[in-house]
Every structure is written in structure tokens, then in C-alpha cells.
């Protein structure tokens, strides 16, 4: 899991509702919506669970501790999909027994290395890194149709590329993976049976990408298809200056709203 900066996501809650207004342009689908979708289940479970259940987040200070904003962003993202939420007071363990006290039957929390929710009362865990995969192969394809039978781009075989890898074939579409690690490429291609590019160049024969590299402005004038969607969980961004604002309207990325929604959808189960 990348660590995120404040400065990333300082102006998160601020934004909210028109990032929220973009998405559902580019994917037909409001926040609530694609927490229902990324998870195969009807949005109105997601409303449903949304009137009687409570979350609460839990900022965490182990490790590197508390990143500025981020318990408040994840709260804003459950918010806008319209649940009841609140960021405890104390933290950590004492955090957690503050949301028992409140009431709170989910909880959401992070440290240096995992991301998860939790719903208390149904024994049930959802990670970052798997709800992440699930959230932005469901948003390409919702973007682009059905993904049965089509080759799509993977750049990055981490544990989030990995796991698109995994969400891909559950589709039956073909994960190519491409990674500048060589042996990492190797191992993930040959453990998912999954072709792989060798040769960056051939980035721009696929109008289907899944981004997960967390690089930052490497992908540069003519490096992607003329008409390529990029779904992309990485950070940050990989495009530079020109491409973001050539693929603008094509381009799916944020900073923690699609990963979160799609946990929170696994939770209404």
C-alpha cells in the first residue's frame, strides 16, 4: 500500500461532491453505486445498510504515524455515499473501544502497511489492496463495456497489480502485465498464466490500461493508444502535465475514493 501525503488529500473532503459528479460521468455510477457494482450486489443493499449501520474511523499512530486528513477523507467518501460516520477522538485501541461505545458496528482503519474495514457484527474484513483492484476494473468496465474476452494492460506487478490480475480473469478477460522489474514480471505472469510485455514500446498498442505503478509522470507523449482508457489506482499519477490533460476525459484516478467504496461495498454483504 502507498503511503499517502496530506498534501495529497488535503482538499478531499471539500471535493467531494463534484469529484463524485465526474465519476459518475465517466462511469454511470454514483458513489454508492459503484460500491454496490464493484461487489456484485444491488445498490440498494448499500442503501439499505447505509440507514442502519454507523461507521466509524479510527486514526491509527503506529508506524510513521497519523497522516494529516486522512481519517477525515475516509469519512468524507463513506459520507457522500450516505452513511453515518465519524472519526473517534482517541486512537488506535482506544479508538476502537470508542466506536463500541458509539455504537459504530464498521470501522475503517490504516496503518503503515494494511488498510482495512471491518463490520463487527458480521465477522467480515475487507482490504485496501483487493478493494482497490475490484473498484477500478469495475469502473473500466463500466467506462467500456464489457471486459469478456479483451487483452488488458496491466502496468505494475505489486500487490495491487497483482490483484487487478486476479479481478481481470475472474472476468474473463486477458491481464498482459508489463513491470520494469523483469523478474518481478516474470514471477506474476507466470504464476496468474498471464501473457507479458517485455518491451515498453508496446504500451501504446492497448486502448484498455490498468495502471497500478506508483512512479509518477513517466508516461509520456505517445506512449499510450490514441484512444486508450486509463483506470488507474497508482500515485501518483503516472501521466505527465500534457497526457493528463490530453486523456483527461478517459483517465480514472483518485486518491482514495474508488479503493474505499469498494471495501464499503463488501461490508453491506
Known amino acids: 500500500m502507498t503511503r499517502l501525503r496530506e498534501e495529497w488529500i488535503c482538499d478531499m473532503e471539500a471535493t467531494m461532491a463534484s469529484y463524485e459528479k465526474e465519476l459518475k460521468a465517466k462511469i454511470a455510477l454514483d458513489f454508492a453505486g459503484l460500491a454496490a457494482a464493484a461487489n456484485d450486489i444491488s445498490k440498494d443493499v448499500v442503501l439499505e445498510t447505509a440507514k442502519e449501520e454507523t461507521v466509524a474511523v479510527v486514526p491509527i499512530t503506529t508506524g510513521?504515524?497519523?497522516?494529516?486528513?486522512?481519517?477525515?477523507?475516509?469519512?468524507?467518501?463513506?459520507?457522500?455515499?450516505?452513511?453515518?460516520?465519524?472519526?473517534?477522538?482517541?486512537?488506535?485501541?482506544?479508538?476502537?473501544?470508542?466506536?463500541?461505545?458509539?455504537?459504530?458496528?464498521?470501522?475503517?482503519?490504516?496503518?503503515?502497511?494494511?488498510?482495512?474495514?471491518?463490520?463487527?457484527?458480521?465477522?467480515r474484513m475487507s482490504d485496501n489492496n483487493i478493494g482497490t483492484a475490484r473498484g477500478y476494473v469495475k469502473a473500466l468496465e463500466q467506462a467500456c463495456g464489457s471486459l469478456s474476452g479483451k487483452e488488458v494492460l496491466v502496468l505494475g506487478c505489486g500487490v495491487v497489480g497483482t490483484e487487478i490480475g486476479k479481478c481481470l480473469q475472474q472476468k474473463d478477460a486477458r491481464p498482459v502485465f508489463y513491470d520494469y522489474n523483469e523478474s518481478l514480471l516474470q514471477k506474476v505472469s507466470f504464476e496468474l498464466g498471464a501473457d507479458f510485455l517485455s518491451d515498453y514500446s508496446k504500451i501504446k498498442e492497448f486502448p484498455l490500461v490498468l495502471d497500478a505503478t506508483c512512479e509518477g509522470e513517466w508516461i509520456h507523449e505517445g506512449m499510450l493508444h490514441e484512444e486508450a482508457w486509463i483506470s488507474t489506482p497508482g500515485v501518483p499519477l503516472s501521466l505527465d502535465e500534457t497526457m493528463k490533460l490530453k486523456y483527461k476525459a478517459h483517465t480514472i484516478h483518485d486518491w482514495l475514493q474508488i479503493g474505499t467504496l469498494a471495501m464499503l461495498g463488501e461490508l453491506c454483504k
Do not use: P, W
Open 64 to 123: 510513521m504515524g497519523i497522516i494529516g486528513t486522512f481519517a477525515e477523507s475516509v469519512a468524507a467518501i463513506i459520507r457522500q455515499a450516505g452513511f453515518t460516520v465519524f472519526v473517534t477522538n482517541a486512537c488506535d485501541v482506544d479508538g476502537m473501544y470508542e466506536a463500541h461505545l458509539r455504537n459504530a458496528s464498521i470501522l475503517f482503519m490504516a496503518d503503515d502497511t494494511r488498510y482495512i474495514g471491518m463490520h463487527l457484527h458480521k465477522n
